[in-house]
Antibody, heavy 121, light 111 residues
Framework: EVQLVESGGGLVQPGRSLRLSCAASGFRFDNYAIHWVRQVPGKGLEWVSGISWNSGVIGYADSVKGRFTISRDNAKNSLYLQMNSLRPEDTALYYC??????????????WGQGTLVTVSS | QSALTQPASVSGSPGQSITISCTGTRSDVGSYNLVSWYQQHPGKAPKLMIYEVTKRPSGVSNRFSGSKSGITASLTISGLQAEDEADYYCCSYAGSGSSLVFGGGTKLTVL
């Protein structure tokens, strides 16, 4: 069974940092791109960042470029999101999502349950 | 990376068909056949319903279908059922910087 479990969320002050993790199981992790997607409670989905199976392709939304860094450790079946210079508008539920086909980038067949990040003083 | 445009809400009666539109630009929807659709029930993670404009993942009902014309993609749900009531989001590859862009979401109400 495919599972994605996010952790690392919490309450943080503006300007501080936070590191999210996503632990994957039930599939060949090093064959698939994985992305972060966030959602303000009660609002829509926003793509944040993605990383290819071998970390060769990485993308960021303009809203987080220069502040967030995505990475993965295939030996540990884990995905990370280092979030620096956090802003109140980064407050959201952060999902990790697996792409549906090996080698592809574009659509997500499995999602975690999310980890909530709240940026507030 | 502007969000794709979706209607805020649509509604239909059981058994009817509805269509949700998703309008982008020539840089995203208009340039790539890489539009996907997601269904999200309250408190749940999104579920992939359509990928690459028209393809259905295994297990998704054939009542769900997708199409695209120019810069507008569409999701059609036929034979509406009560369990279809949910939020629906489109998503497109946007090319530049390997980015993806979601629509603002559409709340479907089954009357």
């Amino acid at each position: 069974e495919v599972q994605l479990v996010e952790s690392g969320g919490g309450l943080v002050q503006p300007g501080r940092s936070l590191r999210l993790s996503c632990a994957a199981s039930g599939f060949r992790f090093d064959n698939y791109a994985i992305h972060w997607v966030r959602q303000v409670p009660g609002k829509g989905l926003e793509w944040v960042s993605g990383i290819s199976w071998n970390s060769g392709v990485i993308g960021y939304a303009d809203s987080v470029k220069g502040r967030f860094t995505i990475s993965r450790d295939n030996a540990k079946n884990s995905l990370y999101l280092q979030m620096n210079s956090l802003r109140p508008e980064d407050t959201a539920l952060y999902y990790c999502a697996k792409v549906s086909r090996a080698g592809e980038w574009y659509d997500f067949d499995y999602w975690g349950q999310g980890t909530l990040v709240t940026v507030s003083s | 990376q502007s969000a794709l445009t979706q209607p805020a809400s649509v509604s239909g009666s059981p058994g009817q068909s509805i269509t949700i539109s998703c309008t982008g630009t020539r840089s995203d929807v208009g340039s790539y056949n890489l539009v996907s659709w997601y269904q999200q029930h309250p408190g749940k993670a999104p579920k992939l319903m359509i990928y690459e404009v028209t393809k259905r993942p295994s297990g998704v009902s054939n009542r769900f279908s997708g199409s695209k014309s120019g810069i507008t993609a569409s999701l059609t749900i036929s034979g509406l059922q009560a369990e279809d009531e949910a939020d629906y989001y489109c998503c497109s590859y946007a090319g530049s910087g390997s980015s993806l862009v979601f629509g603002g979401g559409t709340k479907l109400t089954v009357l």
